[in-house]
Nanobody, 114 residues
C-alpha cells in the first residue's frame, strides 16, 4: 500500500516562505509523477504543483512563479518550496501521485497570517 508522510507546515507571515517535504513509499515514487495538493476550508482539493518522473514540473496559475516543486529520488522525497506566501495559500497540503491514488496522508497545515 502506498504511504506518504507530509511535513513542514506551520504558521507563516504573508510574504514569507516555507518548505514542505513528502516522504513517499518507493513504488509510487519511482513509477508515477508526484504532486502537491491543497484543500482550504470549504473548498475542494486542488493540485497546485506536479513533477513527472523525468523532473519536468507544472504549476497551477495561482502559485506559478512563487512555488517550486522538486524531488530527490535517492531519498524518495518530494519538496514544495513556497515563497511570497499569501493568506489565500492557507490550506492543508497533501502529496500524492499524479494522477492521485486513493491513499492520502494526513497532510500538513499551512497558515499564512499576520
Amino acid at each position: 500500500q502506498v504511504q506518504v508522510v507530509e511535513s513542514g507546515g506551520g504558521l507563516v507571515q504573508p510574504g514569507g516562505s516555507r518548505r514542505l517535504s513528502c516522504a513517499a513509499s518507493g513504488t509510487i515514487f519511482t513509477i508515477n509523477g508526484m504532486g502537491w495538493y491543497r484543500q482550504a476550508p470549504g473548498k475542494q482539493r486542488e493540485l497546485v504543483a506536479a513533477i513527472n518522473s523525468g523532473g519536468t514540473a507544472d504549476y497551477a496559475d495561482s502559485v506559478k512563479g512563487r512555488f517550486t516543486i522538486s524531488r530527490d529520488n535517492a531519498k524518495n522525497t518530494v519538496y514544495l518550496q513556497m515563497n511570497s506566501l499569501k493568506p489565500e495559500d492557507t490550506a492543508v497540503y497533501f502529496c500524492n501521485g499524479d494522477p492521485a491514488t486513493d491513499s492520502w496522508g494526513q497532510g500538513t497545515q499551512v497558515t499564512v497570517s499576520s
